[in-house]
């Protein structure tokens, strides 16, 4: 099933905390770990189930979920070098492998060659941006489009940077007429504006004209971020990539892969194409990078997170690209992008559906033929309730669609016709 029902209803998980009560209730460590895991996999949704496919939630692979129980056992931490000497090599490697996916096409002259941040997702990654942009330039602030993820005005608040420029995105993606009109319009400085596209929104998996954006960019002297925390899996399609071009012209790329990449949460990366940027994370903690340590020729990864304890998700990422390597994971990109071309095709031949667009990476937006919104909204709520499926939801063009997001490449085109009949067989008519 997409989803368990029923898990823990009238009783206890095993009894109090800590010393809270009689011996007798606590359970032995084998009886716990079963119990527990057991009441958590009956009250939650599946990835790994078809036709669970309401958000960025994939299934991981077997290699990186046991990798991440590796690093789970030896539990090393990345904010001090003598904890983590392997891993921190490890990051470093994996780290400016991908960077170098992303910023390939850039000059050979660059002054030095990129790098990446590991973080915990694309909501860190972003807002590691937006710091480094208000440290390299004086009055930053942030301009976006209507579609831009959430994560990004908020951390334009948290960081005290003036209200973002909201630019419009009627169809979906930032319109670059507008754009361009802001940037024209706002005042500052050459640099003090920070322009963040995006390259797979959360709604419908749109990606913003990049190439046109890093060229409005460059004539206004505007910094880019790209948020393709979504998309960026492209990268490693030779079918799908060229859908990211122009991400290489960008200062910094939100990347996560946890959604097109099948780790297991978390498996964030913040790419930045000129490392000197990232002088302005640099903290000195004696016990942590003493200064006669990082003179001797010992790492300082202090610098390399806003977190202090930090575990070697790098780990799993490592493990995955070993095994598979970008062919591996290219082919499973592949696969859930055909199945949402698929799903598309069922849809525009069913005459009791209505089909938003036809998909950019693997979202598919569809509803049942002149259905009402709350109609709709009953839909995906009865289907979840009874646990036979998991679909999400989107507001575009004034109406309420149901939205699958396919990232299980295993799903067959049978799972994708039970789908619809599912929501067909739940729809009055």
Known sequence: MAHRRGA????????????????????????????LVRMLAEGAADPADPLCAAHLHCPPLAVATAADLAACALNPS???????PAASELETLVTDALAAEIYSGTRADEPQKSTALVTTGGTESNQLALLLAREAHSGTRLVCGANAHHS??????????????????????????????ALTELPGPRGSLVVAATAGTTDAGLIDPLTDIADLCAAHGARLHIDAAYGG??????RHRHQLHGIERAHT???????????????????VRDPHDLHALHHHADYLNADDDTQAGLPDLLGRSLRTTRRPDVLKIAVTLKTLGRDGLGALVDQVCAHAQELARLIQAHPGFELYDPPTISTVLFRPAEASDDTVAAV???LLTEGRAVLGRAVLDGQLWLKAT?????????????????VEGHTPR
Not at 10 to 35: I, T, Y
Not at 152 to 157: D, E, G, N
Not at 253 to 271: E, M, S
Request: no cysteine; charged share 20%; glycine share 16%.
């Open 8 to 35: 823990g209803r009238g009783g206890r998980a095993g009894g109090g905390g800590p010393g809270g009560g009689r011996a007798g209730r606590f359970l032995r460590p084998p009886d716990a770990v079963r119990h």
């Open 78 to 84: 990345l904010d001090s070098w003598d904890q983590a």
């Open 152 to 181: 990004l005005t908020r951390a334009a608040w948290l960081l005290g940077l003036p209200e973002p420029v909201v630019v419009p995105a009627p169809a979906g993606t930032l319109d670059p007429a507008a754009l361009d009109e």
């Open 233 to 238: 899996g492209l990268l490693f399609s030779a």
């Open 253 to 271: 790329v939100t990347l996560d892969l946890h959604k097109l990449g099948w780790q297991p949460a978390a498996a964030g990366l913040l790419a």
């Open 380 to 382: 995906r709520r009865t």
């Open 406 to 422: 396919l990232l299980n490449p295993h799903t067959r085109p049978g799972d994708l016709a039970a789908l619809l009949k599912l």
